[in-house]
């Protein structure tokens, strides 16, 4: 059969784009890798633009306290703390205050190993006793510089102590040398002190431990206890975690906060945050029935008493600080003193000491109560903190009497 030229050519070009044709045709599967690489990918350059852009939006806990800091009057907080997960937040290492203006933060603020002290070396050396002072912002020293600070008075006055032989049996056991490491943060409740102690008592090593806790644990922040906070964070399931480790899940989560705030206001109801820290300052002294505290009288007891249970573990000795404010410096009412019964009742039971630095106040009171910071009922200066080096060095006479404390 004769087929012209131009015949052939159109079945040609037919044939080559049916085979053009199924050779563009892409599989369903395909498809469907090519859709999620594209997703994928996008996500993945929108995530690392974010990262570049915008910072991390701060856990609650720890807007919290930055939100309460600056409420005070004081530097603030970012520059001074981080954010830490078990604890909600920690001091910043390295860190100085040169601002004359600032009264609540002086000087050095920490050292390379986040405490208010001087240099130390983890590893002690030959000959010295180690006392760690774990504690709120009354053992940081708000207010006062760090040598004014109870635990460097404490270091001078033991080691004077040692060195005119006023402790002979540290004398007649080796030790030559007192190193007092304040490890007090400004904020903390008994619950983060005991998670700061479980992070950091094996590695500082101490052979004596302070803990003064109670300024922060009856204050009502909001709708939830610090152990309830803790809860909601372990409570979020793996994805939960994984998704708020990124920029974008962090900003929705805090999209959906701001939201909800709006929707409060928009409604004139106030939401939990709104507002919180005047409402928290002035629960201090008008306590608010339907806020929860911070810390419990019961979980108050169960903290201090696993704080002991640390200690004896480790067959270290323990010192609870019961430290007053200034109303109850001058013989008055304070909502403390619930809380420092509870700590009378732990150290009676289990044999503990207790620096009395409230019965120090008040043998003082006719100047005691002027040396607190203005505008503070709190924090106190160089000589408030000095009558509680005293009640310490009284508490550390009675512990350096027992052998067990010489022998670790």
């Not at 599967?29 to 994928?40: D, E, G, H, L, S």
């Not at 056991?173 to 904020?187: C, Q, S």
């Not at 939401?271 to 009288?297: C, L």
């Not at 403390?336 to 009742?345: A, V």
Request: charged share 25%; with cysteine; net charge neutral.
């Amino acid at each position: 059969m004769h087929v012209s030229w131009n015949e052939f050519m159109d079945e040609q070009e037919s044939a080559a784009d049916a085979i053009a044709g199924r050779g563009h045709t892409i599989p369903t599967k395909r498809k469907f890798a090519f859709a999620t690489i594209t997703v994928v990918a996008f996500f993945v350059v929108l995530e690392g633009g974010l990262r570049l852009c915008v910072e991390a939006p701060e856990a609650e806990r720890f807007q919290q306290i930055s939100q309460m800091v600056l409420f005070l009057g004081t530097q603030p907080s970012d520059l001074m703390l981080d954010f830490d997960s078990e604890r909600f937040w920690r001091l910043r290492k390295n860190i100085t205050v040169e601002d004359p203006r600032n009264t609540y933060w002086q000087g050095t603020v920490t050292n390379s190993h986040g405490c208010r002290s001087p240099e130390f070396q983890l590893i002690k050396q030959p000959g010295t006793l180690r006392i760690v002072c774990f504690g709120d912002s009354s053992t940081f020293g708000i207010g006062a510089t760090m040598e004014d600070t109870w635990p460097y008075q404490l270091q001078a006055l033991l080691q004077q102590s040692l060195d005119t032989g006023k402790i002979a049996a540290l004398a007649s056991d080796g030790k030559r040398l007192i190193e007092v490491i304040n490890a007090g943060v400004p904020g903390y409740s008994s619950y983060q002190g005991l998670q700061h102690m479980r992070q950091e008592i094996d590695r500082l090593r101490p052979d004596i431990v302070f803990a003064s806790y109670a300024n922060n644990d009856f204050w009502q922040w909001d709708q939830m206890s610090d152990r309830q906070h803790a809860k909601r964070i372990n409570r979020e399931s793996t994805a939960d975690r994984l998704v708020m480790t990124t920029r974008l899940g962090q900003l929705f989560a805090s999209g959906i906060s701001r939201a909800r705030a709006a929707y409060h206001r928009q409604l004139r109801t106030a939401s939990p945050n709104e507002h919180w820290a005047e409402a928290a300052t002035q629960s201090y002294f008008e306590p608010r029935t339907d806020w929860i505290p911070r810390v419990s009288q019961n979980e108050f007891r169960a903290n201090i008493n696993q704080m002991a249970d640390l200690c004896d573990e480790r067959k270290l000795a323990l010192v609870l600080v019961k430290w007053p404010d200034q109303r109850q410096a001058a013989g008055s009412w304070s909502r403390r003193i619930e809380y420092h019964d509870i700590l009378d009742e732990i150290a009676s039971r289990r044999g503990l000491c207790i620096a009395d630095v409230v019965t120090e106040f008040q043998n003082h009171r006719s100047w005691s109560v002027r040396t607190y910071v203005p505008n503070d009922i709190v924090h106190v200066n160089g000589a408030g903190n000095r009558l509680a080096a005293d009640a310490a060095l009284a508490a550390l006479y009675k512990v350096l009497n027992r052998a067990e404390v010489l022998t670790n």
